[in-house]
Nanobody
Framework: QVQLVESGGGLVQAGGSLTLSCAAS????????MGWFRQAPGKQRELVAT???????NYADSVKGRFTISRDNAANTVYLQMNSLKPEDTAVYYC????????WGQGTQVTVSS
């Protein structure tokens, strides 16, 4: 079992920044991928960014150059630094841990006002 707890969401003006954190506990393997997805009202959940142990990262085109994902394997924590936020980034952001079974956090709301 894996538990994921997100923090760091909130309300920010366009052009601002936020950092999301996700603390993982349970049967964590640093070789497994972790990442962030988001879901806006009326839309499907979509990938934002993922990272694997070696530091290899993958980003959605819509956030490249603005968001940075990082991981502290010793602390089993993954971060998402979000800069130059846009109103279209407004969504519930979910932490993800990948493996034979996918695990999800409860989600944290990010609202970007114009």
């Amino acid at each position: 079992q894996v538990q994921l707890v997100e923090s760091g969401g909130g309300l920010v003006q366009a052009g601002g920044s936020l950092t999301l954190s996700c603390a993982a506990s349970g049967s964590i393997f640093s070789r497994n991928a972790m990442g962030w997805f988001r879901q806006a009202p009326g839309k499907q959940r979509e990938l934002v960014a993922t990272i694997v142990r070696a530091g290899l990262t993958n980003y959605a085109d819509s956030v490249k150059g603005r968001f940075t994902i990082s991981r502290d394997n010793a602390a089993n924590t993954v971060y998402l630094q979000m800069n130059s936020l846009k109103p279209e980034d407004t969504a519930v952001y979910y932490c993800w841990y990948g493996g034979p079974t996918d695990y999800w956090g409860q989600g944290t709301q990010v609202t970007v006002s114009s």
